[in-house]
């Protein structure tokens, strides 16, 4: 920001703007003579830089000053990389293109000192064509050269900064004068100097602002980059331009993907990444009223609330704003501009092509080169006859000229492709509904129509969101209440249904079922008789058997009950049950998806977004590969009797009416089984359905929905539960053997006694049929020990318990078990042989201790008596 008469030079350092370089450049260029001005450095921003994400360091150093002279209509952001520059940089190196001359430690910037650049064009100078740097009135840098590419050209002084405060002063007299005379930028003679025209204002004293109107991927930013080239006054703001300025000022371009109209902005600092840049920029835009501005953020200018909500950040009294619409037929200016980096791209890629071909001709050349010349060595230590000695090669690679021309199809292009989509399609899918032309009702100035007239324009627009709502999804769509009550009732029905056909296959369940019904049918009949007056008693009516392959299906009147508590679905198989679902499912969802939209334009939706609809709807997933399907017309093949794909709009379209009753896909799905086991029993193998287990529920028990899958259990009762698996188990007390190595000391107890430890074994359990059921509650489940395998003989009894040792009995220790027996590894015994190996006799080991007191008393207490061993063995 330029304050006092554009005297100071403020950068702003808040938020991600601390990152961001500023530049300045005067409007006077010099072309000859010797001129100077200087600057002073007033402030410098202080402080640790904040960390960044994931590794990402904060760009070096934290403020920077960069003093020098650029080209009209070059970029103001001195040292990114580019030719059109030279400047001095606070670190004491001297900038030139993309070389960096390190100068002395005295060339360095600071706070409070005042540097002043020196610009001697003068031809009869000795250092004609340089530029100098001073340091309060003394010189601390040689005259650098200024290039060649930059000589004859008007030069402008320009300075370029991050995180300082600068005071400027072009003249007429310099704070720290210098050793010699020197003429200002306030003092120059015309004829050595060339001015620029600022930014024109419109008649009524405004600035304009013009927010461009597009379609997505049909050009919209080619003619932005064609607008700014043609009129260079005038400033773009858009993310795309925030960060190209990022990437001049020293970060990384983010890594991640984008689109054009709202790339990617996550660079890895905290205010980078939180959009504080766009908000400030936008504000500081419309308090800025010096500058023309365009703003080409393609979906917020196709909405008018958010056309109207742009508009009110740049008042009327200070900016004329102009909506410039881009729809129809390209202009011829356009067209060329687009022909021309079309050009531009193939003549590099042929130039790249005609380069590598070079490099590898110099590369076989060079191959044979040294072939020959190893030959001539060879020949030359062998003393035969020598052959001439090759031609050395020029290593240097001449370019050659690429003719390139657009063939017809190229020159035919309205749009060119690009690397990168203009907008996602998820954007594209959630508003191309609301896009809307601007009119002059939302507090536009003026509307101009570039390429098409208005008519034209809102034609074009009409017909390019019918076609995207044949192919664009829904994604905010808002489930009825009206689908949710018929999906409700759907879902009882079907438990309900499923769990009647259980009770019929049970021989003990229909008898219940068919005594109940006769047990009505009498008090009926009853109440009948007692109503007409009559007292004779009345027989029981028994409840007939009724021809169930021969019954008329569409003559049901009740699927529960065919007449002999039979119902219509008692033969269905788990095919059978997912068909009748997936019947009723895609009917409710065409009718209900119709509804809850309620757009006429868009009757329905395609055979591609049907898994999509349905996981949005049901909340479960469908897919066609559980009917081992690959399309859904051939999923319209098996039930056509539900839906049907238009073939004009590839739409999916009912067949029967939102109000049809459920009764009736029972009974559709009744005569499809029917029809099925027909061709089944004529010998066609082709109508059998070969759905994958998935689909079926893994082979048995819950039938599961299409797309769910057969998941595995994790009931509580199941829980702790472990395989049978050999492991080693803990020994019971009161095992029949024991250790023969018993240890000295520490084996003894507290009486005198040794401890011995019996056998390792495990004690079989009973098979159980059914897993103990957990504990309810937060309690933890203790983990059972394994069951033995189902086939378990039937005269297989539990292993008696031995008796219990005496107290102080001491368990071995592992390495104390049986000969040939690995340690820590329980014997594992086959249930076909139960009986248990009877203990073997082993010689009695006693320690020192033991043996000394032997004798003494009788029991356990090592006396004269016999002990616990000796009663043993």
Request: hydrophobic share 35%.
């Amino acid at each position: 920001m330029l304050s006092a008469e554009n005297r100071i030079m403020m950068m702003i350092s808040e938020g991600g703007f601390q990152y961001l370089l500023g530049g300045v450049r005067s409007t006077v260029g010099l072309k000859s003579g010797r001129y100077a001005f200087e600057i002073t450095v007033l402030e410098t921003l202080s402080g640790k830089p904040e960390q960044g994400h994931g590794g990402v360091r904060p760009p070096y150093p934290r403020s920077l000053i960069r003093l020098g002279l650029s080209t009209a209509g070059s970029s103001l952001l001195m040292g990114d990389g580019t030719s059109d520059h030279i400047a001095f940089d606070s670190e004491g190196v001297f900038v030139s293109g993309k070389a960096r001359t390190k100068l002395s430690q005295s060339a360095r910037f600071h706070h409070g000192c005042s540097m002043t650049l020196l610009v001697n064009l003068d031809p009869a100078s000795p250092n004609h064509n340089t530029v100098s740097l001073f340091k309060n009135g003394l010189r601390v840098s040689e005259p650098q050269k200024i290039p060649e590419r930059l000589q004859g050209k008007a030069l402008f002084p320009t300075i370029t900064a991050k995180n300082v405060s600068l005071q400027i002063n072009l003249g007429p007299t310099l704070e720290k004068p210098l050793s010699f005379k020197c003429r200002t930028l306030l003092d120059v003679a015309a004829a050595d100097v060339d001015v620029v025209e600022v930014a024109k204002k419109e008649a009524g004293g405004k600035c304009e602002v013009i927010f461009p109107v597009g379609l997505p991927e049909k050009g919209f930013f080619d003619w932005v980059d064609h607008f700014l080239a043609k009129n260079p006054t005038y400033t773009e703001l858009s993310d795309r331009k925030i960060i190209e300025w990022a990437s001049a000022s020293g970060l990384a371009k983010p890594k991640g993907f984008g689109c054009n109209d709202r790339p990617d902005m996550k660079f890895g600092l905290p205010s980078m990444d939180d959009g504080s840049i766009s908000r400030l920029l936008s504000r500081l835009a419309a308090a800025k009223s010096d500058r023309n501005i365009i703003v080409p953020t393609l979906l917020d200018n196709l909405l008018s609330a958010r056309r109207v909500q742009a508009l009110a950040r740049f008042p009327a009294s200070v900016y004329s704003r102009n909506a410039t619409v881009l729809i129809g037929n390209p202009s011829t200016g356009y067209l060329e501009h687009i022909q021309s980096i079309l050009l531009g791209e193939k003549r590099q890629k042929a130039e790249m092509a005609q380069k590598k071909k070079s490099l590898e001709e110099r590369r076989l050349k060079m191959i044979e080169i040294k072939k020959k010349k190893a030959l001539i060595a060879k020949q030359k230590k062998e003393g035969t006859a020598v052959d001439e000695e090759p031609e050395e090669m020029d290593t240097e690679v001449t370019p050659e000229e690429v003719l390139v021309e657009l063939t017809d199809e190229e020159k035919a292009l309205l749009v060119r492709k690009t690397s990168q989509v203009d907008l996602p399609e998820v954007l594209v899918s959630n508003s191309f509904g609301k896009f809307t032309l601007p009119t002059l009702e939302e507090g536009f100035t003026n509307i101009k129509y570039e390429w098409s007239g208005e008519e034209e324009a809102q034609k074009i627009l009409k017909d390019w969101i019918f076609a995207k709502k044949m192919t664009q999804r829904v994604t905010d769509i808002n489930v009825g209440d009206r689908f949710k009550e018929l999906s409700t009732n759907w879902n009882k029905s079907m438990t309900q249904w499923k769990h009647l056909q259980m009770q019929w296959k049970d021989p003990a369940k229909r008898k219940v079922m068919i005594k109940k019904k006769e047990d009505k049918l009498k008090k009926e009949a009853e109440e009948k008789s007692k109503e007409e007056g009559k007292e004779e008693a009345v027989e029981p009516e028994k409840v007939e058997e009724v021809d169930f392959d021969a019954i008329d299906i569409e003559g049901v009147e009740d699927i529960s009950d065919l007449g002999d508590c039979r119902p219509l679905f008692s033969d269905f198989g788990s095919e059978d049950w997912i068909l009748l679902s997936t019947r009723f499912e895609i009917h409710l969802l065409i009718h209900c998806f119709k509804q809850d939209v309620n757009d006429p334009d868009r009757p329905g939706f395609s055979e591609n977004d049907l898994e999509y609809y349905f996981r949005r709807y049901f909340k479960k997933p469908f897919s066609l590969k559980n009917y081992n399907l690959e399309k859904a017309s051939d999923l319209q093949n098996l039930i056509k009797d539900s839906f049907k794909i238009s073939e004009k709009t590839g739409f999916l379209e009912a067949v029967m009416d939102v109000d049809t009753p459920i009764e009736q896909f029972v009974k559709l799905t009744e005569e499809h089984r029917r029809e099925r086991q027909r061709r089944l029993d004529a010998g066609d193998e082709s109508a059998e359905l070969k759905f994958p287990k998935t689909a079926l529920g893994g082979g048995g028990g819950k039938t599961l929905t299409p797309g769910q899958g057969h998941k595995r259990s994790h009931h509580k009762q199941f829980r702790g539960v472990r395989p049978h698996i050999a492991r080693p188990m803990r020994p019971a007390l009161g095992a029949s053997t024991h250790s023969s190595n018993n240890r000295s000391n520490n084996n003894t107890n507290s009486s005198g006694g040794n401890r011995v430890a019996p056998r390792p074994r495990s004690v079989p359990q009973r098979p159980q049929s059914v897993p103990p059921r957990a504990p309810s509650g937060p309690a933890m489940v203790p983990r059972q020990r394994p069951h033995p395998p189902a086939s378990v003989p039937s005269n297989w009894q539990p292993r008696p318990a031995a008796p219990r040792p005496p107290a102080g009995f001491r368990p071995r220790a592992p390495s104390a078990l049986r000969p040939n027996q690995p340690a820590n590894v329980a014997v594992k015994r086959p249930w076909s042989a139960p009986a248990p190996v009877p203990p073997q006799k082993r010689p009695r080991v006693v320690s020192a201790s033991a043996a000394k007191g032997a004798g003494k008393g009788k029991g356990g207490g090592g006396g004269g008596g016999k002990g616990y061993f000796q009663q043993r063995y």
